[in-house]
């Protein structure tokens, strides 16, 4: 099938309530734009290098969202486009993604990246590393980003039971988070869990983004974009 017949079958699966995001990374612009004529709008990259030059040649409409891990010294590159960064791990990043928001004249959307794959590999905040940041007197004092929520990788595993126990994990703790430092932020509003391998499984556990490569674009390709 075309990645104009993936997409839309993937939003008649999903339905009205779950948000897709295509993970387009290492895919050339050509398949991206496809991806736009069929109406997707939300495009996810992994490295700053490769977001930056596919945002320069492609539809300036387009709502970028970097999922990959990222460093403090790459914030200042997408900062002026970027829509949402889902992977902040740390006060530090989100001190310095204010901190380039602020000069340009931006408040940037983020997701805290919680850790909760049983995998040394993956990146995240630990649960009680999230509420110790939320609690923190320098996060109250961020004016230019703005939290709308939490995202989460699940371990890469045919375990179906793990996946969908890091899932109710993640969903419980954002209810948590929501009732108790967000309960009346209408924005704190987007739970980014489950991938093309396991977002039905995510979606059963509540969430309302999907991160979907493969199933729209298939099968990655390792090209010659550098590290973030």
């Avoid at 099938?1 to 079958?9: E, V």
């Avoid at 486009?81 to 602020?102: G, P, W």
């Avoid at 709308?148 to 793990?162: E, F, P, V």
């Avoid at 109710?168 to 991938?195: P, W």
Wanted: net charge neutral; proline share 1%.
């Amino acid at each position: 099938m075309s990645i104009a017949d993936n997409i839309k079958n993937l939003k008649i699966e999903t339905g009205a309530g779950v948000t897709l995001l295509a993970v387009s990374k290492t895919k050339p612009a050509a398949d991206l734009q496809q991806a736009y004529d069929a109406g997707q709008r939300l495009f996810g990259e992994n490295t700053v290098q490769e977001m930056v030059e596919k945002y320069e040649q492609l539809p300036k409409d387009i709502q970028w969202h970097l999922i990959g891990h990222l460093q403090t010294n790459k914030v200042k590159y997408i900062a002026a486009f970027v829509t949402m960064i889902q992977s902040v791990d740390s006060l530090k990043l989100l001190h310095e993604i204010n901190k380039h928001a602020e000069k340009a004249g931006r408040v940037i959307d983020c997701l805290l990246q919680i850790y909760i794959a049983d995998e040394e590999t993956k990146f995240g905040l630990g649960f009680d590393e999230a509420i110790e940041l939320l609690r923190s007197e320098e996060f109250a004092m961020f004016k230019n980003i703005r939290i709308r929520g939490l995202m989460g990788i699940a371990t890469n595993t045919d375990n179906q039971k793990q996946i969908k126990e890091e899932y109710y994990e993640l969903k419980t703790f954002f209810d948590g988070v929501k009732q108790s430092y967000f309960r009346k932020v209408d924005s704190f509003d987007t739970l980014s869990m489950g991938m093309s391998a396991d977002y039905k499984l995510a979606i059963e556990q509540g969430s309302n983004m999907i991160r979907v490569g493969s199933t729209i674009f298939g099968n990655r390709i390792i090209k010659h974009w550098k590290n973030n």
